[in-house]
């Protein structure tokens, strides 16, 4: 069984900058696709970024050039860089993975979701 766990929320200004991590709980055989969710209060859980395992990226419009998403294989790992943050980004952030393989005897893994990491943007 894999786990993701996140850090890096946190309360912030407007205009400030936060980076979020997501790591693997043990060792990996491959990834497809890793990426960033995040669900506001009354709202559904929306995609923010994700990143494929041949480097390929993909950001929802409304944090185009604001955030930045990378991934380090060998280290399991996804990150999500932040910068002028406004209050709507306000949410609870979802780290998740794609086709997860981390065993061969046991069948890829569709989707595997992160606890959730709370970023508040507020004066």
């Known amino acids: 069984q894999v786990q993701l766990v996140e850090s890096g929320g946190g309360l912030v200004q407007p205009g400030g900058s936060l980076t979020l991590t997501c790591t693997a709980s043990?060792?990996?055989?491959?990834?497809?696709?890793m990426g960033w969710y995040r669900q506001a209060p009354g709202k559904e859980r929306e995609l923010v970024a994700v990143a494929s395992s041949g480097g390929g990226t993909n950001y929802a419009d409304s944090v185009k050039g604001r955030f930045t998403i990378s991934r380090n294989n060998a280290k399991k790992t996804v990150y999500l860089q932040m910068n002028s943050l406004l209050p709507e980004y306000t949410a609870l952030y979802y780290c998740?993975?794609?086709?997860?393989?981390?065993?061969?005897?046991?069948?890829?893994?569709?989707?595997?979701w992160g606890q959730g990491t709370q970023v508040t943007v507020s004066s």
């Open positions: 998740h993975a794609h086709k997860l393989l981390y065993r061969t005897d046991v069948p890829t893994v569709l989707d595997v």
């Open positions: 043990r060792s990996i055989i491959s990834i497809n696709d």
